[in-house]
Antibody, heavy 117, light 108 residues
Framework: EVQLVESGGGLVQPGGSLRLSCAAS????????MHWVRQATGKGLEWVSG???????YYLDSVKGRFTISRENAKNSLYLQMSSLRAGDTAVYYC???????????WGQGTMVIVSS | SSELTQDPAVSVALGQTVRITCQGD??????AGWYQQKPGQAPLLVIF???NRPSGIPDRFSGSSSGNTASLTISGTQAEDEADYYC???????????FGRGTKLIVL
């Protein structure tokens, strides 16, 4: 079964750091571009960051310099290191697999990040 | 262009046909995808590559694209189709992913 499972969310103070992980199974992880997408409560989907198969990352402007996406193909894992967190980063964070047509065809269940003092 | 525009809400009578649209300059160059999201659930891809249905998606869901507008059409709308629908594509540079703000579909 094709599956993505996120972990690492939680409560963190403003200015703090958190590392999210996404474990992939059921497909050849190294063959796909992977992404993080977030959704604040009651709001829409917001793309955060993506990483290409060969490791080239790209970011939403508001997280550039604060978030770092990475992948470890040998472990079928995707990561998002988040630092200098702000209240506006509070959201459910999903990892997602990208198809050749730029669509996201597999999503995890999400992990909640709450930035609050 | 740096955004995709969707109507905030659309309503449709049970069994009727509804079209949800997504506008953005980047749609002239990049494919659109459509996602259904129900409360408490992760998004579900219902259309990719402008007009293709993933396996398992009912054939009442269809997509099209012309110029700067992509459309999702649901024919014979069912009660279980009530959900939020999001379009996505790339920005004009291709270096960022965009999502529309979503359309809440209300089935009457």
């Amino acid at each position: 079964e094709v599956q993505l499972v996120e972990s690492g969310g939680g409560l963190v103070q403003p200015g703090g750091s958190l590392r999210l992980s996404c474990a992939a199974s059921g497909f050849t992880f190294s063959s796909y571009d992977m992404h993080w997408v977030r959704q604040a409560t009651g709001k829409g989907l917001e793309w955060v960051s993506g990483v290409r198969t060969f490791g080239d990352p790209y970011y939403l402007d508001s997280v550039k310099g604060r978030f770092t996406i990475s992948r470890e193909n040998a472990k079928n894992s995707l990561y998002l290191q988040m630092s200098s967190l702000r209240a506006g980063d509070t959201a459910v964070y999903y990892c997602a697999r990208e198809t050749s047509t730029n669509a996201f065809d597999v999503w995890g269940q999400g992990t909640m990040v709450i930035v609050s003092s | 262009s740096s955004e995709l525009t969707q109507d905030p809400a659309v309503s449709v009578a049970l069994g009727q046909t509804v079209r949800i649209t997504c506008q953005g300059d980047s749609l002239r160059r990049f494919y659109a995808g459509w996602y259904q999201q129900k409360p408490g659930q992760a998004p579900l891809l219902v259309i990719f590559g402008n007009n293709n249905r993933p396996s398992g998606i009912p054939d009442r869901f269809s997509g099209s694209s012309s110029g700067n507008t992509a459309s999702l059409t649901i024919s014979g709308t069912q009660a279980e189709d009530e959900a939020d629908y999001y379009c996505n594509s790339r920005d004009s540079s291709g270096n960022h992913v965009l999502f529309g703000r979503g359309t809440k579909l209300i089935v009457l």
